[in-house]
């Protein structure tokens, strides 16, 4: 999935990130309910007190400097391979460039790990198992969830290797209520592959485009 959001979470600390997810695909939908998605310098406080407890009792509009920033979203992603391929889905929205993402999507509140979510997020967009997780990249963005409040997203990418996929199983808001085109496409995981698609976010394509050698050595079978 593109995107997730935690619903309820009130009065949780910034040792406990709030997870879940929401609907974001592009359609003219609101996101922030008004409030600017990026390019911020610092954060602001949420318009009500869901995240009293993390924030101290701040009121609305109050400044926190950068060190004071709180997770407000996790998603787990894969770097899905199989063989000499990388499994992605292509996204095709109305009036934008096609882009490719790898599977995954939001945290919920029913996931118990980040790598439950993982697994619970390729059944639901790839209809796949996967094997042999390793954690290998992790990417911290500012973020201002749908309910106003601000913080950052933190993205959990695990190369993992594919184990079985049936498209037909494919389930969920993506395959339900569909906001453009979802494409199951494979690329050879080299730098010749990755270049020949856009594959987002750019700071995901800078590491393995860097690393792809120290990708493939997660899974040697020497390493413990």
């Known amino acids: 999935m593109d995107g997730g959001f935690a619903g309820r979470a009130c009065g949780r600390g910034a040792d406990r990130p709030v997870v879940g997810r929401f609907a974001d695909r592009g359609c003219g939908r609101v996101r922030g309910r008004g409030?600017?998605?990026?390019?911020a310098s610092r954060p602001r406080a949420p318009r009500n007190n869901l995240f009293a407890g993390s924030f101290g009792g701040c009121s609305a509009g109050d400044i926190f400097p950068m060190t004071e920033r709180f997770v407000v979203k996790r998603t787990?992603?894969?770097?899905?391979?199989?063989?000499?391929?990388m499994i992605l889905i292509k996204r095709t929205k109305p009036d934008?460039?096609?882009?490719?993402?790898t599977p995954g999507g939001g945290v919920e509140l029913e996931d118990a790990t980040v790598v439950d979510a993982l697994h619970r997020e390729v059944d639901e967009e790839l209809g796949a198992k996967v094997s042999d997780i390793v954690p290998a990249f992790v990417d911290t963005v500012e973020h201002t969830r749908e309910d106003g409040a601000c913080g950052v997203k933190v993205q959990h990418f695990f190369v993992c290797r594919l184990e079985s996929m049936d498209p037909a199983r494919r389930h969920g808001p993506e395959v339900d209520e569909p906001c453009g085109e979802y494409e199951i496409v494979r690329i050879p995981f080299t730098?010749?592959?990755?270049?020949?698609?856009?594959?987002?976010p750019l700071s995901l394509r800078h590491y393995l485009d860097g690393n792809i050698e120290g990708v493939r050595a997660l899974h040697a079978p020497d390493l413990g």
Do not use: K, Q
């Not at 787990?76 to 391929?85: E, F, K, S």
């Open 35 to 39: 409030l600017p998605t990026g390019g």
């Open 191 to 200: 730098r010749v592959g990755l270049a020949s698609v856009e594959v987002v």
């Open 76 to 85: 787990a992603r894969a770097i899905l391979l199989d063989g000499d391929d």
């Open 96 to 101: 934008r460039p096609p882009y490719w993402i």
